[in-house]
């Protein structure tokens, strides 16, 4: 819509991830040294192809850049050049049944990384999210490992998080260990 690009000094320092903290300025210092490698995602429930990937079987999905708007229900945004791959290029590989209706997310739960855990024991953890099998397939949902050309830091997801550019961000699970 003609807005300019968030600045990477903006996306990498103001953040939801509650696993680490709910204050949005806290987040980086507070993952970092956060271990995304090595790492591994189960793929499975109502798939013809169930698969353990890891970071290094991803790289097969060609990855693109693709400016995003992430919207929050807290009334702010940003503009963000995300790079990763389609979604439905990796449900394709595993073959959704054709009884599947919606596809889960599960994000790591890591105590010992991820201080916010401990202090918000108000939330059920690990967090879990989805989306229809429509929506997952659609060919703008996206497999986000980088941002700005580069990987993916911890305050932003890494290694891999989920982007779908016509929900809230909160739709946008970060660090997935489970589909």
């Known amino acids: ?9 903006d996306i990498t320092n103001y953040n939801n991830y509650y696993e680490f903290t709910v204050d ?18 189960e793929v499975g429930g109502l798939v013809n192809n169930p698969k353990t990937y ?20 807290e009334a702010w945004s940003m503009v963000i050049p995300w790079v990763g791959f389609p979604l439905h290029k ?12 919606y596809v889960r997310f599960e994000t ?16 059920q953890w690990p967090y879990i999210e989805g989306l229809r099998i429509d929506e ?13 050309g580069k990987d993916l830091l911890p305050q932003n997801g890494a290694p891999i998080r989920l ?5 809230y961000g909160f739709k946008s699970i970060k660090s997935i260990v489970k589909i």
């Not at 982007?163 to 929900?167: A, G, I, L, S």
């Open 90 to 101: 990796l449900l394709a590989e595993v073959e959704p049944k054709a009884e599947a209706k």
């Open 24 to 41: 949005k300025q806290r987040v980086a210092p507070l993952s970092e040294g956060f271990r995304s490698s090595p790492w591994e995602i």
């Open 1 to 9: 819509l003609g807005d300019p690009l968030n600045s990477f000094e």
């Open 108 to 123: 790591l739960m890591d105590t010992e990384q991820m201080p916010g855990i401990k202090k918000s024991p108000w939330y």
């Open 163 to 167: 982007t779908v550019p016509w929900k």
């Open 136 to 148: 997952a397939m659609h060919d703008l949902t996206l497999m986000a490992t980088g941002l700005y």
């Open 54 to 73: 890891s970071l290094d079987d991803l790289r097969k999905f060609e990855t693109e850049e693709r400016i995003y708007r992430l919207r929050c229900v």
